[in-house]
Each structure stands twice: as structure tokens, then as C-alpha cells.
């Protein structure tokens, strides 16, 4: 028997976009019907009219006239159309954890629909060996007028299960899902979260021989994110297959053993989890990065602002705003010069931009060398190595006489990206979500509990 479980050839989706076409009434097509005739001596006389009126080697023949008449409404119909998914290929064996990842509109989903048999290809195959339960939505195979019990008996059943088979699993969903007040209440009447826990109760505790999820975890609190990614561990570990959308890089790597990207409905890249994503974080900020490593300051004619330029850079100086965990970073920035003070101080302040926390801080005057000239035209400093987590980061500007005066503050200067903090090489990713930064740290100490009542 074959180990694989799900064989994807060639496939692609392809949709309409746009509005749709109005549907017409009876009375409109027999209207059709009947004045045809009379449309097609229209025509016929609208042909000789402009052949009268334009010489032979413009159109020839009326069958010119239609092909000239045709082309451009069939190019605007192509382009009313869009592949979700173009040539997909890959092969997924009996017991295997895949991750997908891709930005917004990548075609996830429509992948897992297509698997869960939810809409049909427009071209390819798809060879599926095993029973497929699917999590793509909320209240994706629930009946709204069925209570959460005769819901769960509807998906084993959809699955091929007998009631004998349910009733065994029947329990351990319900306390997985936390619903055992509302057991017997309409699942119309429950709650986003609520559904979402009976959903994935039911996918996961079925026992498919494969399981498809989208990101659907993440309309669900903290404990419950952290309860379904246990479980699915779980599944993974007992030879299941496992394909798992999520945006949750950590996740991804935490669960999965392979990863496969997709973008713009094409595959980009498909093998071990931790390449897959590199390379798929890397082009994100690689595509998306429209902020430059060097930043010049709009200043209006007669402004009193003192920075002119900022620019960031690696330890040696090379240009970009890209570092990763433990790398040093190169700050530099332009001034004007001839501040009215002889001398003066500059200063910057690491933020986080997204929850407005300002992670670090750093001055001229906290420094052995002091305070700079008033005459400065250029300033760097070296700064690391950096303890950040994963994520976006700004740096603010601050100039000013100490216990004088402010000269000049520039706001989000310049921001930069931290990727692959991963401080202990175990394939976890510290991001921001934790916190900003990351204090060294080790275990001394594994006791078990019978060592400590000894």
C-alpha cells in the first residue's frame, strides 16, 4: 500500500471577479427569441454601412468587422477572471505535519477547500487516501437549527462514522469544548468563540486519517490557542497527517516537520519547515520593504530643525535595516551643524511603534567621550548586540543643551526589522508578542516532585 496520503497534480482554481452577470426573467430570453431575426438584419445593414464608407483594405469583409468587434470584450472577460491556485504540485505521506504559509490571498484556503472537497479544481487532480475531517471556518459543516449534540453526531456521521464509534469520542469532545451547558441549545444561538471550540473539538477528536486546518485558532483566547495546539501535537503523534494554515510562525515551526509557501496562487517553495520560512520571511521584508537605510528629513524653508539625515547599517557599515538576534547595528545621523551652543548632546530611543513602548535608550552624554561639538556634522553610534525579539522597531532622535534647552526631536526616524530571534537554536522564535526584549537566561534545576517531598 501506498505511504503516501494526499498526491496533488497540476492543480489550479480559477474564479470570476467582479459582479455578476444579472440572471434574466422568461419574459426577457422569448423577447430575445423573437427579435433575433430583426437583430441580425441590423447588423447585416450596419456591415454594408461602414463598408460603404471605408476603403476595401480597411475591412474587407463583414467577417472583419466582427472579429474587430470581438476583441476587446473577450480580453475584458479574461481579465475578469483570477487563478487562485496555478500548477500546484506536491505529495504528502501517511503521518506527515505540513505547515502553509503565504500572505493574504496566497490561495490557502481555497488549497484546503479543494482537499476537503468543498469546491472543485478547474484543472489537476488530487488523490486523497484516508478519511478528511476539515476546520476552514466558522461553523464550516454545522447545521445553525441543530443543537451542539446533534451537530456532533451530523460530522461523524459525515465522516463515515458509526453512532457506536461517536459515542465513544463524545465525552472528550464536549469537555474539550467546554459546552457542556449549552450541549443541547441551537447552534445559531452560540457564540463565535464557542463555535469555534465545538469545531475543533469535533476535527480533532474523530480520528481522521487526515486533518485539515485553517487559521481559524485565532478568533479563540490565549488558553484555548494554547489547548488546540497541544491537541494537535497530540494527533501528529499518532501517525495522523496534519495540514495546518496559520500566519503563527512559531507555530508552524513548534508543530510542523515540512513547510510549503505559497504566493499569488503559485508554489514558491516546499521541504523543512525552518528553510521554508526563512526563505518565506525573507522575501516579505525583502518585497515589502519600501523603508530605505537612509532617510532624509523633509525640512520646510526657514525650519529650526537640526537632523538633516538618518541611516542605518550593519556593524561594518553596510547599508541595510534587516539585522537578527545578537547582530550590532550602526546608527548614524546628519546634522546641520552650528547649533548656538557650544556644545550639545544627541540621543536615541529604541520603540516598539506597534504598542508604543520604548524598549531602549542611548546618549552622548551618558558616555565617557561626553557631549559632541556645537559645529557636528555627522554622528554614528555602534549599538548591540541586539537582545530583540522578532518584529518591527523605530528609533526616535532627541538633540538638546543639558539643563538649557531642546533643540530638536524627530519622531520614528527610522525603523527597522529584527527576524530569526532564536537565541538557543531550538527552532523557537521569540517575537514581540512575549515581549520586546530578551534577558539571557538558563535552567539550573529539574527536580521532580518526589525529590522535593523528600
Known amino acids: 500500500m501506498s505511504n503516501i496520503a494526499i498526491n496533488v497534480n497540476n492543480l489550479s482554481k480559477q474564479y470570476r471577479i467582479g459582479p455578476r452577470e444579472r440572471y434574466k426573467t422568461l419574459r426577457e430570453s422569448l423577447t430575445n427569441v423573437f427579435t433575433a431575426p430583426f437583430n441580425r438584419k441590423n447588423l447585416q445593414s450596419a456591415i454594408r454601412n461602414l463598408q460603404s464608407n471605408h476603403p476595401p483594405s480597411s475591412i474587407s469583409h463583414p467577417s472583419d468587422f466582427r472579429q474587430s468587434s470581438i476583441l476587446h470584450p473577450s480580453s475584458s472577460i479574461k481579465d475578469n477572471y483570477i487563478w487562485a491556485l496555478k500548477d500546484v504540485s506536491f505529495e504528502v505521506k501517511h503521518g506527515e505535519v505540513i505547515g502553509i504559509i503565504g500572505p493574504n490571498g496566497a490561495g490557502k484556503t481555497t488549497l484546503l477547500k479543494i482537499l476537503s472537497r468543498i469546491t472543485e479544481p478547474t484543472e489537476g487532480e488530487v488523490e486523497l487516501r484516508g478519511r478528511v475531517s476539515s476546520l476552514l471556518e466558522?461553523?464550516?459543516?454545522?447545521?445553525?437549527?441543530?443543537?451542539?449534540?446533534?451537530?456532533?453526531?451530523?460530522?461523524?456521521?459525515?465522516?463515515?462514522?458509526?453512532?457506536?464509534?461517536?459515542?465513544?469520542?463524545?465525552?472528550?469532545?464536549?469537555?474539550?469544548?467546554?459546552?457542556?451547558?449549552?450541549?443541547?441549545?441551537?447552534?445559531?444561538?452560540?457564540?463565535?468563540?464557542?463555535?469555534?471550540?465545538?469545531?475543533?473539538?469535533?476535527?480533532?477528536?474523530?480520528?481522521?486519517?487526515?486533518?485539515?486546518?485553517?487559521?481559524?485558532?485565532?478568533?479563540?483566547?490565549?488558553?484555548?490557542?494554547?489547548?488546540?495546539?497541544?491537541?494537535?501535537?497530540?494527533?501528529?503523534?499518532?501517525?495522523?497527517?496534519?495540514?495546518?494554515?496559520?500566519?503563527?510562525?512559531?507555530?508552524?515551526?513548534?508543530?510542523?516537520?515540512?513547510?510549503?509557501?505559497?504566493?499569488?496562487?503559485?508554489?514558491?517553495?516546499?521541504?523543512?519547515?525552518?528553510?521554508?520560512?526563512?526563505?518565506?520571511?525573507?522575501?516579505?521584508?525583502?518585497?515589502?520593504?519600501?523603508?530605505?537605510?537612509?532617510?532624509?528629513?523633509?525640512?520646510?524653508?526657514?525650519?529650526?530643525?537640526?537632523?538633516?539625515?538618518?541611516?542605518?547599517?550593519?556593524?561594518?557599515?553596510?547599508?541595510?535595516?534587516?539585522?537578527?538576534?545578537?547582530?550590532?547595528?550602526?546608527?548614524?545621523?546628519?546634522?546641520?551643524?552650528?547649533?548656538?551652543?557650544?556644545?550639545?548632546?544627541?540621543?536615541?530611543?529604541?520603540?516598539?511603534?506597534?504598542?508604543?513602548?520604548?524598549?531602549?535608550?542611548?546618549?552622548?552624554?551618558?558616555?565617557?567621550?561626553?557631549?559632541?561639538?556645537?559645529?557636528?556634522?555627522?554622528?554614528?553610534?555602534?549599538?548591540?548586540?541586539?537582545?530583540?525579539?522578532?518584529?518591527?522597531y523605530s528609533i526616535s532622535l532627541a538633540m538638546g543643551v543639558p539643563a538649557v534647552m531642546d533643540l530638536d526631536f524627530w519622531y520614528d526616524a527610522i525603523t527597522f526589522e529584527v527576524i530569526d530571534s532564536d537565541p538557543f537554536n531550538t527552532g523557537y522564535h521569540y517575537t514581540t508578542r512575549y515581549a520586546p526584549s530578551l534577558i539571557p537566561y538558563q535552567m539550573v534545576s529539574n527536580r521532580s516532585h518526589n525529590e522535593v517531598v523528600k
Open 138 to 392: 466558522v461553523g464550516t459543516g454545522f447545521h445553525p437549527e441543530l443543537t451542539g449534540r446533534e451537530n456532533i453526531y451530523l460530522n461523524g456521521a459525515i465522516l463515515g462514522m458509526s453512532k457506536a464509534e461517536i459515542n465513544i469520542k463524545f465525552d472528550e469532545i464536549v469537555a474539550f469544548a467546554e459546552i457542556e451547558k449549552f450541549l443541547d441549545t441551537p447552534v445559531k444561538h452560540y457564540s463565535t468563540g464557542m463555535g469555534t471550540r465545538l469545531a475543533f473539538a469535533i476535527a480533532a477528536h474523530l480520528e481522521p486519517e487526515i486533518l485539515l486546518v485553517d487559521e481559524v485558532l485565532s478568533v479563540g483566547d490565549m488558553a484555548f490557542r494554547k489547548k488546540c495546539l497541544g491537541k494537535m501535537q497530540d494527533v501528529s503523534q499518532e501517525g495522523r497527517t496534519v495540514l495546518f494554515v496559520s500566519h503563527e510562525m512559531n507555530a508552524i515551526r513548534r508543530l510542523c516537520k515540512n513547510g510549503l509557501w505559497l504566493d499569488k496562487g503559485k508554489m514558491q517553495a516546499i521541504g523543512p519547515v525552518g528553510d521554508v520560512v526563512r526563505k518565506y520571511e525573507e522575501s516579505v521584508l525583502t518585497s515589502n520593504h519600501i523603508r530605505t537605510s537612509r532617510v532624509e528629513r523633509e525640512k520646510p524653508p526657514g525650519s529650526s530643525k537640526y537632523f538633516s539625515w538618518v541611516s542605518l547599517g550593519s556593524a561594518d557599515g553596510e547599508p541595510t535595516t534587516i539585522f537578527r538576534f545578537g547582530d550590532m547595528m550602526r546608527l548614524t545621523m546628519g546634522m546641520e551643524g552650528h547649533t548656538p551652543h557650544h556644545t550639545h548632546f544627541v540621543e536615541w530611543f529604541l520603540n516598539e511603534p506597534t504598542q508604543g513602548n520604548r524598549v531602549a535608550w542611548g546618549g552622548t552624554h551618558a558616555l565617557p567621550q561626553g557631549d559632541i561639538h556645537g559645529d557636528s556634522k555627522e554622528i554614528s553610534f555602534l549599538i548591540g548586540p541586539l537582545p530583540l525579539a522578532e518584529g518591527t
